[in-house]
């Protein structure tokens, strides 16, 4: 196993962002118009407003190997695509068997779960929710609010990104904006 000696990083709850960021990932609408169920709306977007950021991850950098702790903030922009709020793409993990740990830092998210199976699960995160993502649950967090929402992530390094199953197949719920409120509902698209 790779020697790492001990560290601290500072992190600002209400952006993410980190003292000393080993990487820096952004998403922006270009990047996942697809995976919004309203595909015009994401094209009228793009068109006539420009592209915009959905979401910004900041993580420090550690070797993929058994018994290394990966941790990063994501910190989702507040907005919506038609109906449905800005979020992340959403993963299963590789090995499947692996789960997760999230810590709400700022703002209201909703982490919405699935299995292969057919399970489905959505929990309301804020700051100060501590939110566990047990192996083999794919896992999305949703922007609820009106401004950032930012959260704290811990996984396994051996754990790897599937992302392909759910571009592939989707969420079976989405959070959209129905009476004033967030709302989870079925996703049409997906059987
Ligand atoms: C999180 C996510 C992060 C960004 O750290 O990777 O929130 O979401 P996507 O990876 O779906 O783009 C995590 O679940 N790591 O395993
Ligand atoms: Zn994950």
Redesign the pocket.
Known sequence: MGYITPFVTEIDFASGTLSAPGYV?Q?KLSDMASMYVDGDEAARILADEGDRLI?E?Q?VELPAEEGQIPH?T?RITAGRIGAEYHM????Y?ARREQG?V?FGLSGHGILVMQTETGETSAQEMVAGSAAY?PPFWA???VNAGDEDFV?F?V?EAR?G?D?GTIERDGFRKLVVLRDGAPAVVDNPKVG
């Open positions: 990932i998403r979401y991850v993580g990063c994501t992340t793409k959403g993963h993990h997760e999230y993502v896992h999305r967090t959260f992530s996984w754990a990104h992302y």
